[in-house]
C-alpha cells in the first residue's frame, strides 16, 4: 500500500535525524576524550551521562518492540549510566558503536513490510511500532539537543 510505505519512509526519515531532529554522529563527532565527563556548571549532565542515556533508552524501547521477554531496566536509575565520565578509555566507542547497531536495528524494523506499524505490540498496554519508533526519534532528539548545549558551555561545539 502506497500510504504504508510513505508512512515508513517519514518515520525513517526522523530516525535518522531528518527535519528538525538532530543527526547523532554530528552531535557525538570530535568531541574530545577529556570533555566527555565534564559538567558545565549549572548544567547536570556530562556528554557521556547522555550519549550512555540515549543508547540504554533508545535499546530498552527497541528490545521492547521485538522481544515479548524482554525486561526494563529499573525506571529511572537503570537508564543513566552511574559515573559522569566513561568507565574506561574504550566505553564512549562502545556506546557510540551500539547505539548506532540499536538505531539501525529500529530503522530496518520500520522498513520491513512485514512490520505491521499500527498494530499493538501483543505484549504491550496498547503501544504499536510506529509509536515506539517515534518515541526513539522524540527521545533521542531531545536528549541530543541537551548534549548540544552540553558541548557549546564545554567549548566543544562550532555552530
Known amino acids: 500500500m502506497e500510504d504504508d510505505k ?15 531532529h538532530l543527526d547523532f554522529d ?3 563527532a570530535e ?6 565527563g565534564t559538567k558545565p556548571n549549572g548544567l547536570p ?3 557521556w551521562r547522555l550519549v550512555e542515556h540515549v543508547r540504554i533508552a533508545q535499546w530498552d524501547i527497541l528490545e521492547f518492540s521485538r522481544n515479548s521477554n524482554h525486561e526494563s531496566p529499573p525506571w529511572p536509575a537503570g537508564y543513566w549510566p552511574k559515573s559522569d565520565a566513561p568507565p574506561d578509555e574504550r566505553a564512549w566507542d562502545r556506546s557510540v558503536k551500539a547505539f548506532r547497531a540499536d538505531l539501525q536495528a529500529m530503522q530496518d524494523l520500520v522498513a520491513d513490510d512485514a512490520t505491521d506499524l ?7 498496554d496498547g503501544q504499536t511500532i510506529l509509536r515506539e519508533a517515534l518515541l526513539v526519534a522524540d527521545h533521542n532528539a531531545y536528549h541530543l539537543g541537551q548534549l548540544v548545549t552540553v558541548r557549546r558551555m564545554l567549548g566543544a561545539w562550532a555552530d
Not at 118 to 124: D, E, K, R, V, Y
Open 26 to 28: 554530528a552531535a557525538v
Open 31 to 36: 568531541l574530545p576524550p577529556n570533555l566527555r
Open 6 to 20: 510513505v508512512l515508513r519512509e517519514h518515520v525513517l526519515y526522523l530516525l535518522g535525524g531528518g527535519g528538525a
Open 118 to 124: 499500527l498494530s499493538p505490540i501483543p505484549w504491550g
Open 45 to 47: 549532565h556530562t556528554p
